[in-house]
């Protein structure tokens, strides 16, 4: 079975300064998926960005990008020029890329992100 | 267009009643999940449909735990004989097909007493 650790319960970034979110997992799959979610207060889970194992580039999505290293199995999000917006909970999660489980995304513990002013 | 619809919004019951949650999935979403999030297990997959068929069901947590979905649209997730450890926010989520992005509603918050 697939894990997913999130190992910063909480972390804080200073308005327009960047910050890491850290994310490990664990799989004996060559080929999946691997997503970050942001969960504002409102409860709504909102696709940040994603990750195929298969590509070595790093995704990114204007101020979101990430760190993937397959070797190690770390998949960390980079927000640089954090906005009073970003402040929400944040998920990382895993998809394998077939089988039975393929609609399933397996969740880290999720970080608290707080952006100060 | 509508996003992914859930209802009830909040559900407060009494331990041992019967509950319906029920998902209404992006118009043409052929793909359908539910997952739980609660303080103690954090975010769990319970089940997801492909139309009306349920590939995996690895994720319910007892028999007490049924899902539907009729017509490839609507699903209502059943918890019967509820219990104090059901209480948790019930998520929904639907994607064009299996595979791809999942789009998330804004859950059930059930409460049991």
């Known amino acids: 079975a697939q894990t997913v650790t999130q190992s910063q319960p909480e972390m804080s970034v200073q308005e327009a300064e960047t910050v890491t979110l850290s994310c490990t997992y664990d799989?004996?799959?060559?080929?999946?998926?691997l997503f970050w979610y942001k969960q504002p207060p409102s409860r709504q889970m909102i696709l940040v960005i994603r990750?195929?194992?298969?590509?070595?580039q790093n995704a990114t999505e204007n101020r979101f990008s990430v760190n993937f290293q397959k070797a190690a199995k770390s998949f960390s999000l980079k927000i640089s020029d954090s906005q009073l917006g970003d402040a929400a909970m944040y998920f990382c999660?895993?998809?394998?890329?077939?089988?039975?489980?393929?609609?399933?995304?397996?969740f880290g513990q999720g970080t608290i992100l707080t952006v100060h002013p | 267009g509508a996003g992914v619809s859930q209802s009830p919004s909040n559900k407060v019951t009494e331990k041992g009643k019967d509950v319906e949650l029920r998902c209404d999935p992006i118009?043409?979403?052929?793909?359908l999940y539910w997952y739980r999030q609660s303080l103690g297990q954090g975010l769990e997959f319970l089940i997801y449909?492909?139309?009306?068929?349920?590939?995996?069901k690895s994720g319910l947590p007892s028999d007490r735990f049924s899902a539907e979905r009729t017509g490839g649209s609507v699903s209502t997730l059943t918890i019967q004989r509820t219990q104090q450890e059901d209480s948790a926010v019930y998520l929904c989520?639907?994607?064009?097909?299996?595979?791809?992005?999942?789009?998330f509603g804004d859950g059930t918050r059930l409460s049991i007493l």
């Open positions: 989520a639907s994607s064009t097909r299996v595979g791809q992005p999942q789009h």
């Open positions: 799989t004996s799959e060559s080929d999946y998926y």
């Open positions: 990750q195929e194992a298969y590509k070595q």
């Open positions: 999660a895993y998809r394998s890329a077939g089988g039975t489980s393929y609609g399933k995304l397996t």
């Open positions: 118009s043409g979403h052929t793909a």
């Open positions: 449909f492909q139309g009306n068929s349920a590939p995996d």
